[in-house]
């Protein structure tokens, strides 16, 4: 029974995690989203006033069962912390502990107490608190959406370089606030008489919002304010070359592991060795299909070819279809005779698949004559059960 329990809270603890790729984590992520929206919706709607008495009524009903869902959501969340590998080696109670006082975990909890007071009416929709509400679930959506821990990461990962910039940021800053306050303050006392009221007209120029509701009038004060905005342009393009070369970096890194992760499912690349498997898995791109996707239609050029890490394909022929599944591999033959594609293939149920393009092969037959033979062999062996039967198309479907 405890085996049992374990092994459903192992998957359910799966499913609910945001970098599951399964069929249930990406149905979970869309109805999340989904309720969430009409949450958001419900609530947003409720504020106008003068509404009739069943829209109130079903806006209401709406975010009962918005609510519901969450609770439901984080009670699951709760029990199914202790699956977590950061919580390894902690007992449940201090795993379940853990989670509940992480961001995840409080975001979770803060967002259903207001809408169960909205549900009650103990507070009522148009009050501050419905607006809090609003904005803890938009919290809980940004803390479940996988890009804001890859955010956290480039933020750690370009942390020194980040800080030097911010510390350039904060000294153009103070210093034109500085000069801008010494011109400027006997012509307009009000405006830049004082430091702070300074650095406002210098973060707003900085930062190239121009709000034009405060402007140096001296000479003096112009120059500082052209070398500001010539500043501010330079700084905040910096700032965005190193964040967006941190996430180019960081998606090359994850784009390898769930490339790697797949790649290891399939029999022909696990016997390659880790060194040649290391080289093949930067051409290869995961494609996740829903059942019954056309994935590739007779008489199309050959572009590509794909090995089936998860799921099953049919191969639609004349005769009888025949299917593939793990580890098998198609469109080889449209790649090696350069010939339009000789069948179509349909996924069967969710499948995952990785493609190989007709540039990235031609490279890998160069550098990695053992995957090429393998699939030679196989294509000379599809090849002579076509010409003997005709039941399997020369494209190697």
């Not at 989904?34 to 949450?39: E, P, R, S, T």
């Not at 109670?93 to 975990?105: E, F, V, Y």
């Not at 803890?136 to 804001?148: D, E, F, N, R, S």
């Not at 103070?174 to 006997?186: K, M």
Request: aromatic share 8%; glycine share 8%.
């Amino acid at each position: 029974m405890a085996a049992t329990t374990s092994t459903l809270r192992a998957r359910v603890h799966a499913t609910l995690r945001h970098s599951d790729d399964s069929p249930g984590g990406r149905r979970w992520r869309a109805f999340h989203l989904f309720v969430l929206g009409a949450g958001l919706l419900a609530v947003a709607i409720s504020s106008v006033e003068n509404l009739p008495d069943f829209i109130d009524w079903l806006l209401a009903a709406i975010i009962a069962l918005v609510a519901a869902v969450f609770l439901v959501e984080y009670a699951l969340r709760l029990w199914s912390a202790p699956e977590s590998p950061r919580y390894g080696g902690l007992s449940e109670g201090r795993a379940r502990l853990k989670w509940a006082l992480s961001a995840t975990g409080l975001i979770g909890l803060l967002a259903i107490v207001p809408a169960f007071a909205i549900t009650t009416r103990t507070v009522s929709a148009d009050s501050d608190l419905a607006a809090i509400f609003c904005i803890l679930w938009i919290l809980k959506l940004g803390v479940h959406a996988p890009a804001m821990g890859t955010l956290a990461r480039v933020i750690s990962n370009e942390r020194a370089t980040l800080s030097s910039v911010l510390i350039v940021f904060i000294i153009v800053l103070v210093a034109a606030a500085t000069a801008t306050h010494l011109f400027e303050r006997d012509g307009q006392p009000k405006l830049f008489g004082s430091l702070p009221a300074s650095l406002w007209w210098a973060v707003v120029t900085l930062t190239t919002t121009g709000y034009g509701d405060v402007v140096p009038h001296t000479v003096g004060g112009k120059m500082v304010g052209a070398v500001v905005m010539v500043s501010g342009i330079l700084v905040l393009a910096l700032m965005t070359g190193i964040l967006a070369t941190g996430f180019a970096e960081e998606e090359r890194r994850r784009e390898y592991l769930r490339v790697w992760g797949q790649v290891v499912k399939v029999p022909m690349f696990t016997e390659l060795g880790t060194v040649t498997l290391s080289e093949i898995v930067g051409k290869l791109r995961v494609r996740h299909y829903p059942p019954r996707f056309v994935v590739v239609r007779r008489d199309e050029p050959g572009d590509s070819m794909f090995f089936i890490a998860d799921g099953e394909v049919e191969v639609r022929l004349p005769r009888e279809p025949v299917r593939l599944g793990q580890g098998g591999f198609f469109g080889e033959m449209a790649l090696l005779d350069r010939l339009p594609r000789s069948a179509t293939i349909v996924t069967t149920q969710p499948t995952t698949l990785l493609v190989l393009y007709a540039s990235d092969f031609y490279d890998v037959a160069a550098h990695i004559p053992s995957l090429v033979a393998a699939v030679e062999k196989e294509a000379r062996r599809r090849r002579q059960e076509n010409e003997g039967s005709r039941a399997i198309p020369s494209d190697g479907e």
